[in-house]
């Protein structure tokens, strides 16, 4: 399974805001920081703000920061808002499916369950969880440097 880039570029940007807190940001210093289009960014961020995760300030003193607190904000919960679909084979969408041996094959169900165990895991995790405590979060990961964006 693999998060598309718009999903990586929505949680750096809540990770960002999550450890500015109330503070005000800007497209340009997100684009800046992460060295990512401006333009990317803007649909993003606007992407975000409709679905309630960020409140955006227009105007010269305007600026972004969180809906609500980070510590409520599931990282799953980003991952499915952000992603355009779930359907890691073709039958798992009805109105698509082709493969003529749907109503006989065991692996549909072992794939929708690891992808349940894959989204579940994220559900354990909130947005403030990443934000201050990686090294907490990911121990089997010590020996490798997490390097701060």
Do not use: W
Request: hydrophobic share 40%; glycine share 4%.
């Amino acid at each position: 399974m693999r998060l598309t880039l718009y999903t990586d570029y929505s949680l750096r940007v809540l990770l960002y805001l999550a450890n500015k807190e109330d503070e005000l940001v800007t497209i340009s210093e997100l684009a800046d920081f992460f060295k990512i289009s401006r333009n990317h960014l803007v649909k993003v961020v606007h992407n975000l703000g409709l679905s309630g995760y960020i409140l955006t300030t227009r105007g010269r003193n305007g600026g972004l920061k969180l809906a609500r607190p980070a510590k409520n904000i599931l990282i799953g919960e980003v991952v499915r808002s952000t992603e355009p679909d779930f359907d890691l084979l073709e039958c798992f969408n009805p109105a698509t499916d082709q493969c003529v041996i749907t109503r006989t094959c065991s692996l549909k169900s072992v794939i929708f369950n690891a992808q349940a165990a894959f989204l579940g895991e994220l559900d354990r995790y909130t947005l403030a969880d990443m934000a201050k405590a990686p090294k907490k979060v990911l121990p089997a990961f010590k020996s490798i440097p997490i390097v701060q964006h």
